[in-house]
T-cell receptor, first 115, second 112 residues
Framework: GAVVSQHPSRVICKSGTSVKIECRSL??????MFWYRQFPKQSLMLMAT?????????EQGVEKDKFLINHASLTLSTLTVTSAHPEDSSFYIC???????????FGEGSRLTVL | GEDVEQSLFLSVREGDSSVINCTYT??????LYWYKQEPGAGLQLLTY?????DMKQDQRLTVLLNKKDKHLSLRIADTQTGDSAIYFC????????????FGTGTLLAVQP
């Protein structure tokens, strides 16, 4: 089946630094990718919808200048957490939607810890 | 807006059946999904049901959909310890975009 890969799976950074998380669709072209955030023992919250070649659409309450999303190709979307703070520590999960079936495939997630 | 609710926790003994429930407020989703998340891992699509169906069976999994009551359930037969995980129901909202909105999640604990 289709595979979505996220990298890194775990990252620890100092407060104030920026962290980039990559989401790749390995065997299909993803016209749309979604970024979710999951706090401990909570559900997944949609942060933004990323469309190849255009600006991302952010959900209400998500700071677009804080969470930079770039979807430069049909197989890669990146999420950059800028000037990270401890409250940004979370599990970030991406999903990709194929152009033909519309089925969503999820990455394994990236756990960010900000010290 | 969309509101998808689940009970937080379910504990069953190995070999018993598990029933995880989900209620939703927005009926516009064409499909409703069940996902499984093991500790520290991403999401695994378990099964889904088309909104005009009442039931779907897939091996040990049975999905029941009551559109009138806006209630979705997932039954796992012969529950195994490997089924211990968090289960999320989800629906697609937002019109043409595949914006998947998740329920609050149910932690299933299977006791040996």
């Amino acid at each position: 089946g289709a595979v979505v890969s996220q990298h890194p799976s775990r990252v620890i950074c100092k407060s104030g630094t920026s962290v980039k998380i990559e989401c790749r669709s390995l065997d299909f072209q993803a016209t749309t990718m979604f970024w979710y955030r999951q706090f401990p023992k909570q559900s997944l919250m949609l942060m933004a919808t990323s469309n190849e070649g255009s600006k991302a659409t952010y959900e209400q309450g998500v700071e677009k200048d804080k969470f930079l999303i770039n979807h430069a190709s049909l197989t890669l979307s990146t999420l950059t957490v800028t000037s990270a703070h401890p409250e940004d520590s979370s599990f970030y999960i991406c999903s990709a939607s194929g152009a033909t079936t519309g089925e969503l495939f999820f990455g394994e997630g990236s756990r960010l810890t900000v010290l | 807006g969309e509101d998808v609710e689940q009970s937080l926790f379910l504990s069953v003994r190995e070999g018993d059946s598990s029933v995880i429930n989900c209620t939703y407020t927005d009926s516009s989703s064409t499909y409703l999904y069940w996902y499984k998340q093991e500790p520290g891992a991403g999401l695994q699509l378990l099964t889904y049901i088309f909104s005009n169906m009442d039931m779907k069976q897939d091996q040990r999994l049975t999905v029941l959909l009551n559109k009138k009551d806006k209630h979705l359930s997932l039954r796992i037969a012969d529950t195994q310890t490997g089924d211990s995980a968090i289960y999320f129901c989800a629906g697609v909202y937002g019109g043409a975009t595949n914006k998947l909105i998740f329920g609050t999640g149910t932690l299933l604990a299977v006791q040996p």
